[in-house]
């Protein structure tokens, strides 16, 4: 479906958010938190997007881009684009969403994986349910969607660590992960070594306590 850029907002540095309404001026398709829709970005690149704005907005959708230098041209020719222009999407796809039976979730975001996790954090915290999320940057500057994880229902359930942090304030994986209570379920999404990392530490945390999901 065809969607117009209504409004580019700079988040942080090399991150940018595209808000995106029908071209037609209609309903958008409806979405879960932890979906993601596919982006035509013309010459055969297409990319996946998470979206991270209310699922209960039927006018628009909002995602955050990071601008990589070692892109293959896909965030480079996102980032290139301004608003109205108009762009193909495919409706919202969820191979991410949150599980319904837990007793506790930890949401661990590292950069730009902070998207899908925001919108899954705004559903735990409208629900009532028991969560945690921790977001890991290289620094303040690169920290995207702050003002939202600063609102009430959030910033006491939120961490934020900085890679140029000392030591001691930056995150230990295995103090997060450890204990694990009964169904308690982790969701991370961020670069490969991070979501690796924050895996296997979430496996051995299971198997030596009670049943956790990763």
Partial sequence: MKVKITRKTVLAT?????????????????????????????????????????????????????????????????????????IEISEPKNH??????ATHSILLAGGIGVTPLLCMAERLAHAGASFEMHYCCRDPQRAAFRERLALTDLKDRVRLYFDDAPPRERIDLATVL????????????????????????AKAAASSASPLSA
């Fill in 178 to 201: 450890n204990a694990p209570g009964p169904r308690t379920h982790v969701y991370v999404c961020g670069p490969g070594g991070f979501i690796d990392a924050a895996l296997n530490i």
């Fill in 96 to 101: 991410f969403p949150l599980h319904p039976e």
């Fill in 14 to 86: 090399d991150i940018c958010a595209f808000e995106l309404q029908s071209a037609a001026g209609a309903p958008l398709p409806p979405f879960s938190a932890g979906a993601h829709i596919d982006v035509q970005l013309g010459a055969g690149l297409v990319r996946q997007y998470s979206l991270c704005n209310n699922p209960n907005d039927t006018h628009r959708y909002l995602i955050g881009v990071l601008r990589d230098p070692g892109s293959r041209g896909g965030s480079i020719a996102m980032h290139a684009l301004t608003e109205g222009d108009l």
